[in-house]
């Protein structure tokens, strides 16, 4: 997700949170209340400050995850998707896409230009 959606989803993002949990994830971060913030990271070409959604372990991986919801800036969250998955690979780590009924189409098309294809995001 973008910032902006960040406050407007809010309730996405708790409801991921607890599918993590069922699922077995554990030291879970995100930028919400409550929760211990994940790292950001500054690209200095433009300045944007990247920060996953969720950051969580599980069986000593560490994965990330990004919430993909329909979005007026669609540039900006390919450019966060590609950023996270070189950053995960670069660290032997995991990236996830997690999105819901209504944003499927959206996510699958985003992944496709992106060349991300491979990736099959989480239907919660």
């Excluded at 699922?23 to 994940?38: H, M, Q, V």
């Excluded at 790292?39 to 433009?46: N, Q, V």
């Excluded at 995850?65 to 998955?85: A, E, G, N, T, Y």
């Excluded at 070189?86 to 496709?112: A, C, E, P, V, W």
């Amino acid at each position: 997700m973008v910032k902006v959606d960040k406050e407007e989803n809010a309730k996405f993002l708790e409801k991921s949170i607890n599918h993590l949990k069922a699922r077995g994830f554990n030291d879970i971060k995100a930028d919400l209340e409550g929760y211990e913030s994940p790292k950001s990271y500054m690209r200095k070409a433009s300045g944007n400050v990247v920060t996953p959604d969720i950051v969580a372990t599980k069986n000593g991986r560490k994965y990330f995850f990004d919430i993909s919801l329909k979005s007026d800036k669609p540039r900006l969250l390919k450019s966060k998707w590609l950023f996270l998955d070189t950053l995960s690979r670069m660290n032997s780590n995991r990236f996830r896409i997690i999105t819901t009924r209504g944003h499927y189409k959206f996510t699958d098309t985003m992944l496709q230009d992106i060349n991300l294809s491979n990736k099959t995001p989480i239907k919660i």
